[in-house]
């Protein structure tokens, strides 16, 4: 696959960048044009440096950073694109100069070439308004710092082959799409965008200096603070041309007016020398703030949602994400409750003409939304996708609560008959190590695995089939939610792992006794003892998984559900029923692993696998708070969270 990218700025060296490393495993080649040469040579030049640090941190072998140089084609001459499936114009946000570079473009690219406009604000109709195959056009909004942000936003074009072409290439140049209506500055910049425009309105009314706003937005909402952001990204000029766009629209009025401070401080810094600082304020000025800060990032947040601009459960993911908030603003909502949002956007509406109280905060009924969940529907089948993307979907207690909700939600529902759980991109890392490592004694630790078991048989005892389609690292927890469903259908690139052992504990979530039911003791208790990790054709031909290993692995699993329903296949949940122990299980090189938590998990292999699967689990979730009263599992924790994965611990079996 050929993309390129139209513009060698601000941003396009750093999409260039962050294709070429998604696409490595591809071999996708990257074309980075622009009309200057200096221009070329100064993306080149960061994007050297970007390969360059990455040396240094390890992350890049000499090898893959010679195949990644080997990739990036800079180029002046725009007929050198005519090869490539997909080009993201970068170069500007003026919209004539947006569209003559689609019309020469159009004269490059074949008609299959998907065509791209990097803007903040520009609708997508204006844009395209006069290009000869507008159904391959799309609005793609990266986000700072574009080479390794996850979020983009897309217009769609409403060709549906098209658009599904799209999302997929997205995804596989690592990104997570996100759809929003054709409006003025889409989502994230409605609600940044007034963010930063009040913020400069208190500076400019004698409120708050940079450093003391910033250090109450901080503190309420996270994200460094907005004069920060704007100093970081260059984003007055942006910010000012946005909020016009946002006046002149049909939902626009006077309020979104920029600032004149903001008009005239260009991209003059708000910190001096760009060295941003804190200082405090004082109580009434900095409740001021807050309020007012909070006033317009919930009342946009919602305005966006009431307007059907962008899925409730997307725009929360999106501005944790994107904006870099603590939490996704519908959350922060959420947590204030309907009374006290409506009190803070009421109250600031009544000082400031022009602003929009949405309804939903008119009338306390604030969005309803899973926020680690997406639920969608196919015909009679219902999809559950775990998108956490940012941490490879680990499987916190919030999303073991969703998936709790959500399968109560299908269970009831009639017109479901069939259940496909995935993860954004296939991948489950696991459990939330963070929240493990916090777990104060033995009782929290029972009731850690206690709890994640009852989801999970939740899961196991749904009366409609369930299937799990999964691809790339499937670790732990995540492993164990595989389990828990009436079969599994996985992609080539399946890894496949039961890990706790690395980290001083066992699999609280029913992998102790699921994994051997499937694979056989011999093979579980290996796996479950040393942490070793498997492949896609291993796990089918074990028995973990159905049938062979499948590019379109959710599809797959939405064939096997149907056919089942059909008869033509059987889709059942693991047999509950006891196993037969043997006496000494198989000698196992345990090589650095901790000898104390491996005495805890043979001990509940066996002791749990002579029982039916119920009592087995009681039994894990027993071993797990044993776990707790060894010095390993500290060591595991604290070596997983200072050092990550791939340096081990070093245990002292006690």
Known sequence: MNVAVIGSGSIGPDLAYGFLSAGAQAGIKVFLHDIRQEALDAGVSRIEGYVTKARKRGKLSARDAGALRARLVPTLDLQQLAGCDYVLEAATEDLKTKQAILARLENVVDAGCLIGFATSGLPRARIAAGARHPGRCFVNHPFFPAWRALPMEIVLSGDPALELKMLALMKQLGKVPIVTRDVPCFAADDIFVNYCAEAVRLHAEGIGTPAQIDDVVDRAVGGGGPFWVMDLTHGNPLNVHCLELMKEAPTGSAWFTPPPLM????????????????????????REIRDRILAVLLARTVFVTDQDICDPSDLNWL??????YAIGLLSLAEQLGADEVHRICTEYAARHPGFEVPRSIRERTLPRFYRD??????DELAVVTVRRPEVRNALSGHTITELDQAFAALEADPAVHGIVVTSFDGALAGADIGELAVLRDVAACEASSSGGQRVMSRIAACSKPVVAAVDGPVMGGGAELCMACHARVVGPGLVLAQPEVKLGIIPGYGG??????????????????TGRAI??????????????????FVGAAKDLLRRHLRGEAMVVPVDPAPMVVPQ?????ELGHLSLAVDEILVAVIREGLQQPLAEGLEVESRGMGRCKTTVDMDIGMK?????????????LHE
Request: hydrophobic share 40%; with cysteine; proline share 10%.
């Open 639 to 651: 070596n997983f969270i200072t050092n990550g994965p791939r340096v081990p611990a070093v245990f």
């Open 512 to 529: 102790t006794q699921r994994l051997p039911r499937l694979v056989g003791i011999e093979r579980g208790a290996e796996l479950l003892r």
């Open 373 to 378: 969940l997406l639920v969608a529907r196919d």
């Open 584 to 588: 000494k299980l198989q000698a196992t």
């Open 319 to 324: 501005t944790k994400n994107a904006l870099g």
């Open 535 to 552: 492949g896609a054709k291993e796990a089918c031909a074990w028995g973990w998984a159905s049938g062979e290993p499948a590019a379109d």
């Open 263 to 286: 008009i005239s401080q260009g991209v003059t810094p708000w910190y001096p020398g760009g060295q941003p600082s804190r200082e405090p304020c004082d109580p009434a000025a900095a």
